[in-house]
């Protein structure tokens, strides 16, 4: 198996080597050794011929004068203190005895020899010519070699990351929803294992919801199969029950039939998230048709919104059923714009109102009100699901305290620029 | 003459309740526990409608539903449960004539089951568009509500069928009498709002409580998307 790990050293390696061939490409390209030869003759004949130290100065000055009419090379004669004895040709960089030993001294006329003689005096001496820029030279050695690695190591960095960036988008599908996204396998790599990995939960994933989706489409049909019976059981019955125990037990069923439906509207839309059919619809309209089943007053200005009919139609509905249950009388919806982009839609209604400590609580399933005396029923799912459909369509729902003068709900969704309510 | 029915459907003892039912309202009911069994029979004998479930235990309502639409033009009422994979658009585009959800009001199963059967007896109708009980047939202009034609001016059949065409939308009344510009007034009454109140009093229930078209105060009207739900 290649490693990540490996592919990062052996790029690194690959580097070194590159950069220590080149460095050593760059020596013989430049011959210094040569150069150093040269200025070490130069120092060694100049030693020889050199008189003694005890030698009167204008000696030791006359055989600097001869050295330079043949090497014209610069040179300088220091005491074993530094003092200067003699010198010829163009000035020479200062140099410290006490912390100098052999070697290069750098100045602004090109770098000296410097050489400790036996005697301890020190000689300093400059080539005429430098054959040698080695700043010329290394700059462009180097910028070949940094661009040979630069272009070496974009396609294995640039592989690496793309596959990784192809990893991330399949991520970020499966994410929105798309639950068959899975990623291609490339190598055999730590990256090609992620993908592996990413598939295998992406399928079991899949699965997962498709049984879920499965286990709900059943339960729907087997729970109503017998609840079908009942209904039918009890219609069929014709005159042996009492018209008001039939009607009773009819609710009943009805009840436990709209539990099972928002039971599993509830989880399809956990599962699903978005809606999966969305056409504009006409949001005044759709509050109309409801408000008309309910005896709502509906009034408000044409706003559109994209989303699935069915399930705004339920929200609406929803809204209207929880004013009916815990509100009484006429409820009020009014539906219109709130600011550019957003639809608004309120119910009100003339019940006790709902205090602000519970406006949060009464949109979790099945929240019963402390200490009510309202024949001990809770919200059930209805206003849950409010949320939840609001919400799967970009929206949101509240609950607007307010003291005594009923309790109020607002749904705001994203509005559409609608061809609806143009001139057709 | 008695109709003859067959009803695919597994759970035996509703299978039973309902052949009973339908068996009083003088159909004659046929019964077959199994999308196989189902199958075969209507291969060997002429029903005059199927009343088939969704969920069978060896096959899906809906293969069902789309085989036997390859084979014949049965009128075919699927049983299904609210919140199924299945829902109306689904089922009727795969040639199922209504459906019914569980669970229904026997009358109601009646009732749709009696206006599939008249639908397939009548002369084949194009262009008509149901909603719900209602029937807006713009071939012959006329307008049925349970099959019974309900009467309606020229003007008015215009105003409904405008109003049914952008169902589900509010129409105010300058859209409405652009969409009539090319009708012929009549000339006793201009007045939107006069016919909408002679529509209704043909095709409401309650033509108080209005359910089809809806007035939606400062803004005109709506003819409702859903009837009868």
Redesign the interface.
Known sequence: MRRLYLQFYLTIVAILVIAVVAVGALWRLADTSRFDDAVEVVSDFATSMLPPPDAPLGAQQATLERLHERLRADLGLYGPDGALLAHVGRPLPPFRPDRAGPGFVPGPGGPAWLLRLNDGRWLLTRLPQRPWRPGGWLLVVLAAVAGAVAVGAYPVARRLTRRLERLRSGVEQLGRGDLAARVSVEGRDEVAGLAESFNRAASRIEDLVRSH?ML???C??E???P???????L??AGETIEPEKRAQLKAD?AEL?QL??EL??AS?LDAVGAPERTED??L???A??E???Y?AN?????VAARGD??LL?RMIRNLLDNARRHGGGEAQVCVGRAGDRSASIDVRDHGPGIPEAECERIFQPFYRRAGSAESGRGFGLGLALVRQIARSHGGDAECIAADGGGSRFRIVLPAIASS??G?? | MTARILLIEDDQRLADMVADYLGQAEFRVATAATARDGEQRLKRETFDAVVLDLMLPDADGLDVCRRVRQTSDVPILMLTARGDAMDRVVGLEIGADDYLPKPFEPRELLARLRAILRRKSAPPAHDVRRFGRLEIDRGARQVRLDGEERGLTSYQFALLDALANHAGRVMSRDALMDLLKGEAFEAFDRSVDVHISRIRAAIEDNPKKPRRILTVRGAGYVFAREQDR
């Open positions: 989706k709900l489409a059943n729907s049909h729970l109503r199969t609840l079908t019976r009942i209904n039918l059981a219609s069929l069923i039939d099972i439906d599993l509207l399809r619809v006409d005044l309209a759709l109309a048709e408000g008309a089943r005896d509906v009034t408000g200005e044409p009919p069915a139609r609806l309510h001139r057709p």
